[in-house]
T-cell receptor, first 113, second 116 residues
Framework: GENVEQHPSTLSVQEGDSAVIKCTYSDSASNYFPWYKQELGKRPQLIIDIRSNVGEKKDQRIAVTLNKTAKHFSLHITETQPEDSAVYFCAAERGTSYGKLTFGQGTILTVHP | GAVVSQHPSWVICKSGTSVKIECRSLDFQATTMFWYRQFPKQSLMLMATSNEGSKATYEQGVEKDKFLINHASLTLSTLTVTSAHPEDSSFYIC????????????FGPGTRLTVT
């Protein structure tokens, strides 16, 4: 089955710095890769996603890059703000299973003012 | 975006009893819904896929007789935790994909289950 590895598990940055979180996946048939932000006790919120026919996608301060050959994808947050502090999860949709997501282990991002 | 609700938001039950959690798609029809479990400080793990009008499919290691899933309509899936034990205490989250909106999945707010 699909395996998604996420690093680092914790990330601490100063306000205004950039943050990068990386994920690798095992199922070469995976085609959809969402990133979620989750605050304590709340539901995951989609912050950006990418499909395998695209190498990069950007939305204001957030960008995702995908290397399908190497089976890894990364989240980039620029000009970080304290309100970006949360747990971030990457996920990969299993290639042969509609809608089934395998999540990475999560990254606790702390942005210090 | 589409809205998914869950009820209850939290529940406390005694060991050995059963608890039912509802997941509703409020403004779209979902032939498929997904149930995840999240233990404290851990990731989301897919438990099962709920299929409207047919049997749910369970992930490896998830007991189908313990976690009963019913998807009786296009807007409602229920998860019943039977004979709950303290180790079943967790955050249960459902999700569904709006067929009109591409790949994005919409998550419910989650149900915090505590078994005493």
């Amino acid at each position: 089955g699909e395996n998604v590895e996420q690093h680092p598990s914790t990330l601490s940055v100063q306000e205004g710095d950039s943050a990068v979180i990386k994920c690798t996946y095992s199922d070469s048939a995976s085609n959809y890769f969402p990133w979620y932000k989750q605050e304590l006790g709340k539901r995951p919120q989609l912050i950006i996603d990418i499909r395998s026919n695209v190498g990069e996608k950007k939305d204001q301060r957030i960008a995702v890059t995908l290397n399908k050959t190497a089976k890894h994808f990364s989240l980039h947050i620029t000009e970080t703000q304290p309100e970006d502090s949360a747990v971030y999860f990457c996920a990969a949709e299993r290639g042969t299973s509609y809608g089934k997501l395998t999540f990475g282990q999560g990254t606790i991002l702390t942005v210090h003012p | 975006g589409a809205v998914v609700s869950q009820h209850p938001s939290w529940v406390i039950c005694k060991s050995g009893t059963s608890v039912k959690i509802e997941c509703r798609s409020l403004d779209f029809q979902a032939t498929t819904m997904f149930w995840y479990r999240q233990f404290p400080k851990q990731s989301l793990m897919l438990m099962a896929t709920s299929n409207e009008g047919s049997k749910a499919t369970y992930e490896q290691g998830v007991e189908k007789d313990k976690f009963l899933i019913n998807h009786a309509s296009l807007t409602l899936s229920t998860l019943t935790v039977t004979s709950a034990h303290p180790e079943d205490s967790s955050f249960y989250i459902c999700s569904a994909r709006d067929p009109r909106a591409g790949d994005e999945q919409y998550f419910g707010p989650g149900t915090r289950l505590t078994v005493t």
